[in-house]
């Protein structure tokens, strides 16, 4: 069975950091291109990073440009999201999505999510 | 940067056809899919490459997409398509609508 599952979540203070994984398994990890996608409470989803499937190419929402750092170790058919200098509009579910073979950035395959609370 | 425009909210009639607009600039030169999440679970693709559906969808989801507009059309909609519903493109990097909450009443 094809699966992303997350962790990592958690409650921290603005500021703090927290590091976010997912584990793929099912498929060929390393063939696959990945995201990490958010979602405020309440609100819609909003993408957040991208990598490359040998993760040489990288690239991040203005939201989160030089907070957060997106990896993978392919070796390990994971993804993570080291997320630093968090603040408060950063509480969300934090997906993580691969991205199919169909193009156009469209993602077939999503986790559960991990949950990201900041506040003092 | 690029902007997809949904309508908050849908509603339609058990059985009837539904229909959720995605309104971008010439969103037609490019490819749209379509994603549902119902409340407390992932997002699910539901509609990729303006019309195509992945293996599991029911026949009942279509789409298209011409103009500044893409479509996801329901038919004959079932109370289980009640949904939050995502429009998505690609711009340098991905770009989502704001969301389309349909209710079935």
């Known amino acids: 069975e094809v699966q992303l599952v997350e962790s990592g979540g958690g409650l921290v203070q603005p500021g703090g950091s927290l590091r976010l994984s997912c584990a793929a398994s099912?498929?060929?990890?390393?063939?696959?291109?990945m995201n990490w996608v958010r979602q405020a409470p309440g609100k819609g989803l909003e993408w957040v990073s991208y990598?490359?499937?040998?993760?040489?190419?990288?690239d991040y929402a203005d939201s989160v440009k030089g907070r957060f750092t997106i990896s993978r170790d392919n070796a390990k058919n994971s993804l993570y999201l080291q997320m630093n200098s968090l603040r408060a509009e950063d509480t969300a579910v934090h997906y993580c999505a691969r991205m199919g073979l169909y193009g156009s950035g469209t993602m077939d395959v999503w986790g559960q999510g991990t949950t990201v609370t900041v506040s003092s | 940067s690029y902007e997809l425009t949904q309508p908050p909210s849908v509603s339609v009639s058990p059985g009837q056809t539904a229909s959720i607009t995605c309104s971008g600039d010439k969103l037609g030169d490019k490819y749209a899919c379509w994603y549902q999440q119902k409340p407390g679970q992932s997002p699910v693709l539901v509609i990729y490459q303006d019309s195509k559906r992945p293996s599991g969808i029911p026949e009942r989801f279509s789409g298209s997409n011409s103009g500044n507009t893409a479509t996801l059309t329901i038919s004959g909609t079932q109370a289980m398509d009640e949904a939050d519903y995502y429009c998505?493109?690609?711009?340098?990097?991905?770009?989502f609508g704001g969301g389309t909450k349909l209710t079935v009443l």
């Open positions: 990598i490359s499937s040998s993760g040489s190419s990288i």
């Open positions: 099912g498929f060929t990890f390393s063939n696959y291109e």
């Open positions: 998505q493109a690609w711009d340098n990097n991905v770009v």
